[in-house]
């Protein structure tokens, strides 16, 4: 593999940066850094899609002919890895890497030529509605109900975890619209306008004092059928494709090493009175820079793969397997460099609109929150047991 860019992609290298010192303001590049969560709030993330949409870049790795760059796989690898070292926000990942590719792969005309542009230039703000009270990792035995009443479905349930549904104006939902022998038989995808009346949703507070998360209820909310992606009953079917987007379609090793990089400066630093001379803390750095190279290879093959058309297909799960693992164990490295500091939690969020002198130095203000926070990485998006099933069933045939 050639790792190496040639003339055009070094312009091109060029041309990204240019368009992040240009657009990145010091509120933005800040609200990420004291982010914990892997997804930015609203006000940051859609002005950050905004300017995206406007330079043609809001949607990376969709096809050129619904707003897509059409970027080759080193294009792509260079803005993201560019993104990653700036420091810029996340977009609604919800809406320009998840739903954007189920609609594109299965919506009808007029649902592509609705909700695409809305997506691009950031009109929409998504959350997705999958899990449920007792359907999370077996997310097949969902209860949640769409009745048809003519030319609409009523629904009755609820969903949890449900990751910005105070902020979002739009939801993508499985719901259940059969009984058949096969849990997996009867669920269709539908698209939920979240001022439609009946919706209610209530904060969830996580374990590191964040309000990221909800439970919605739905009381009797009339969906029109139009709304319904695909065919009915075959839900299941784009749910899958669309998790495989979500695990497999992005490039993690570039923010993991930029955070690695930042708990590494931690620990250089007298504010943790030098922990990198701790031999244990050194090996562990080295042994997680090893674990992102390897990672980063295999998310190249995945890209060129998705240059192509294909879906991420079994590796995805590998991708999100590992960058979960990763991920926690970043973070359980920050917690360690700081040591006894990490008692010291502020519990205001957002942390980047503190309107106080914090505890603690803001170079160590996120340690401790990404450290809860990422208790979750290993669950969100499929458990890593649920990965490995799916590795052995598809790539082992175990």
């Given at each position: 593999?050639?790792?190496?860019?040639?003339?055009?992609?070094?312009?091109?290298?060029?041309?990204?940066?240019?368009?992040?010192?240009?657009?990145?303001?010091?509120?933005?590049k800040?609200?990420?850094?004291?982010?914990?969560s892997v997804?930015?709030?609203?006000?940051?993330?859609?002005?950050?899609?905004?300017?995206?949409?406007?330079q043609?870049?809001?949607?990376?790795?969709?096809?050129?002919?619904?707003?897509?760059?059409?970027?080759?796989?080193?294009?792509?690898?260079?803005?993201?890895?560019?993104?990653?070292?700036?420091?810029?926000?996340?977009v609604?990942?919800?809406?320009?890497?998840?739903?954007?590719?189920?609609?594109?792969?299965?919506?009808?005309?007029?649902?592509?030529?609705?909700?695409?542009?809305?997506?691009?230039?950031?009109?929409?703000?998504?959350?997705?509605?999958?899990?449920e009270?007792?359907?999370?990792?077996d997310?097949?035995?969902?209860?949640?109900?769409?009745?048809?009443?003519?030319?609409?479905?009523?629904?009755?349930?609820?969903k949890?975890?449900?990751?910005?549904?105070?902020?979002?104006?739009?939801?993508?939902?499985?719901v259940?619209?059969?009984?058949g022998?096969?849990?997996?038989?009867?669920?269709?995808?539908?698209?939920?306008?979240?001022?439609?009346?009946?919706?209610?949703?209530?904060?969830?507070?996580?374990?590191?004092?964040?309000?990221?998360?909800?439970?919605?209820?739905?009381?009797?909310?009339?969906?029109?059928?139009?709304?319904?992606?695909?065919?009915?009953?075959?839900?299941?079917?784009?749910?899958?494709?669309?998790?495989?987007?979500?695990?497999?379609?992005?490039?993690?090793?570039?923010?993991?090493?930029?955070?690695?990089?930042?708990?590494?400066?931690?620990?250089?630093?007298?504010?943790?009175?030098?922990?990198?001379?701790?031999?244990?803390?050194?090996?562990?750095?080295?042994?997680?820079?090893?674990?992102?190279?390897?990672?980063?290879?295999?998310?190249?093959?995945?890209?060129?793969a998705?240059?192509?058309?294909?879906?991420?297909?079994a590796?995805?799960?590998?991708?999100?397997?590992?960058?979960?693992?990763?991920?926690?164990?970043?973070?359980?490295?920050?917690?360690?460099?700081?040591?006894?500091?990490?008692?010291?939690?502020?519990?205001?969020?957002?942390?980047?609109?503190?309107?106080?002198?914090?505890?603690?130095p803001?170079?160590?203000?996120?340690?401790?929150?990404?450290?809860?926070?990422?208790?979750?990485?290993?669950?969100?998006?499929?458990?890593?047991?649920?990965?490995?099933?799916?590795i052995?069933?598809?790539?082992?045939?175990?």
């Amino acid at each position: 593999m050639d790792l190496s860019f040639n003339a055009e992609e070094r312009a091109f290298q060029d041309e990204v940066r240019g368009f992040i010192a240009k657009n990145l303001t010091e509120e933005m590049k800040r609200a990420t850094a004291l982010t914990p969560s892997v997804f930015s709030d609203p006000d940051i993330g859609m002005a950050w899609q905004r300017a995206l949409h406007k330079q043609g870049w809001g949607a990376p790795g969709w096809p050129v002919e619904y707003g897509g760059p059409d970027w080759t796989p080193a294009q792509r690898w260079i803005f993201e890895t560019e993104s990653a070292r700036a420091g810029v926000p996340n977009v609604n990942v919800m809406g320009v890497k998840m739903v954007g590719p189920v609609i594109i792969g299965f919506g009808s005309p007029e649902q592509k030529n609705f909700y695409l542009p809305r997506i691009l230039s950031g009109e929409d703000y998504w959350c997705q509605g999958y899990s449920e009270p007792g359907s999370g990792s077996d997310l097949s035995s969902l209860k949640t109900r769409a009745v048809r009443d003519g030319d609409d479905y009523i629904i009755n349930g609820t969903k949890i975890w449900t990751t910005h549904a105070h902020h979002a104006s739009r939801m993508f939902a499985l719901v259940r619209t059969s009984d058949g022998p096969r849990q997996q038989d009867g669920i269709s995808f539908i698209l939920i306008d979240m001022k439609t009346p009946g919706i209610t949703t209530r904060p969830i507070l996580t374990i590191g004092g964040d309000h990221e998360v909800n439970q919605v209820f739905f009381d009797d909310v009339r969906v029109p059928v139009a709304n319904r992606v695909g065919d009915e009953d075959k839900g299941w079917t784009y749910g899958k494709y669309l998790l495989e987007f979500e695990r497999g379609s992005g490039i993690a090793s570039a923010k993991l090493r930029e955070g690695l990089k930042a708990i590494a400066d931690l620990a250089e630093s007298d504010l943790t009175g030098r922990a990198i001379d701790s031999p244990d803390i050194a090996t562990r750095i080295s042994e997680v820079e090893v674990d992102i190279d390897a990672l980063e290879m295999t998310e190249l093959r995945v890209l060129s793969a998705l240059q192509t058309g294909q879906n991420p297909g079994a590796v995805s799960s590998i991708l999100k397997l590992r960058n979960s693992e990763i991920r926690q164990a970043v973070t359980r490295l920050g917690a360690d460099v700081i040591g006894h500091d990490a008692l010291a939690v502020e519990p205001m969020r957002p942390l980047y609109k503190l309107n106080r002198e914090p505890a603690t130095p803001e170079e160590m203000l996120t340690v401790v929150p990404e450290y809860l926070n990422g208790r979750a990485y290993t669950i969100f998006g499929g458990t890593s047991e649920i990965q490995r099933d799916i590795i052995a069933k598809m790539m082992l045939g175990i």
